[in-house]
């Protein structure tokens, strides 16, 4: 597949990497990378990012990844443009020993928020569970019950409302119980 013309601005910034390709200075055609591992059949590519791999370290079922190159992705949630670098491929293989056939599906962005997502929704989720709170414990439960209304991962207003309710009685001078009203009052619009 022929390389696009990509420019700087076409990608989602990473936070450790930046958004160009990085060269490794490793030599390898782009050829012997498609060939070598069948992901990279049809994904932009930029050989001179090249890094060899270390197959003892990675977790695999029939083949391992015999280097990692930088390749173009799309984000699968806002569909914008990001590089799933080299070097993040091998933290990510021989680090953390995610599976090899592991792909990175969201940018940096995006993964940055789903984890905030998910952090916030186990908080949340025990915080419930507490037969009762400290105010400290309940201005998180009203700070992550906003989050997580607006971000539309809940949706039960009713629940939602015993929430502000108890924190209008126990903590009514905090401002998050405002803005906890605000988005209660906008989700039931």
Request: glycine share 2%.
């Amino acid at each position: 597949m022929p390389r696009r013309q990509t420019r700087i601005s076409d990608f989602v910034p990473h936070p450790r990497y930046g958004s160009t390709p990085v060269r490794s200075g490793f030599t390898i055609s782009e050829s012997e990378l498609r060939s070598g591992y069948w992901r990279l059949q049809n994904d932009e590519l930029f050989p001179e990012t090249a890094l060899p791999a270390d197959t003892s370290k990675q977790n695999y079922a029939i083949f391992p990844r015999t280097c990692y190159v930088d390749v173009a992705r799309s984000c699968r949630r806002c569909a914008r443009r990001f590089i799933f670098f080299a070097r993040e491929q091998r933290h990510w293989f021989e680090t953390l020993r995610f599976f090899v056939d592991a792909d990175c599906v969201l940018c940096p962005e995006c993964r940055r928020t789903s984890q905030a997502l998910r952090r916030r929704l186990r908080r949340y989720a025990d915080l419930r569970a507490k037969d009762s709170l400290t105010d400290a414990e309940l201005y998180r439960l009203v700070d992550d019950t906003r989050y997580l209304l607006e971000h539309e991962v809940l949706k039960n207003t009713t629940t939602l409302g015993t929430i502000k309710n108890l924190a209008l009685k126990r903590i009514p001078h905090y401002r998050g119980v405002a803005a906890l009203t605000a988005a209660l009052d906008a989700a039931r619009r």
